[in-house]
């Protein structure tokens, strides 16, 4: 088995995503403040598609292997990119109770000439259930000349 730098979100979403497969979830999505309700069964397809923002936010690649301080706070476990180093993801932190993730967040920022961007998301582990449970995350973007549009989603799975 390979050894990764850093935490291996991308084998969790896998292995948490394969448990929701055909599960229903009850989701609010917001946009600009306008907010629609939809309850909905996805497929293990659809639950990789909705976690998107956290397979994106894998930092186990080659070029970031020395961009990020790995430290730990009480029951965290975080990866924050160091000043100088170059990288969308800002930060992971990951909240381990008796040696298993129970909850996982990001910070990613994109910036350029004509636009900038930010996702904050997050996810929670039952422990009674051993199951992904509840989840949100939240985009700011700003494109040049154009208003600032803010996504908020948050899912309750049942």
């Known amino acids: ?7 291996n979100l991308k084998g969790l979403m896998d292995l948490e995503l394969a448990k929701l497969d055909g599960a229903e979830v009850s989701k609010i999505s917001e946009i600009n ?10 497929s293990l397809k659809e639950w990789k598609e909705e976690f998107e923002a956290f397979y994106s936010a894998d930092i186990n690649t080659p070029a970031l292997a020395l961009s990020y301080l790995t430290e730990t706070e ?7 990119l160091l000043p100088e180093a170059k ?7 990951i909240k381990y109770i008796k040696e ?3 909850s996982v967040s990001i910070k990613t920022t994109d910036k350029n000439l004509f636009f900038s ?14 199951k ?4 949100t995350l939240e985009t700011s973007q700003k494109v040049w000349f154009l208003d600032p549009t803010h996504i908020k989603i948050s899912g309750v799975v049942k």
């Open 132 to 135: 992904l449970d509840h989840y």
């Open 100 to 102: 298993y993730p129970v």
């Open 74 to 80: 009480g029951e965290y476990l975080i990866h924050r």
């Open 87 to 93: 990288g969308k993801v800002k930060e992971i932190r």
């Open 117 to 130: 961007t930010t996702t904050i998301g997050e996810f929670y582990i039952s422990q009674a259930n051993e």
């Open 33 to 42: 403040g306008e907010e629609t309700t939809v309850e909905k069964t996805y």
């Open 1 to 7: 088995m390979e050894v990764l730098p850093y935490f």
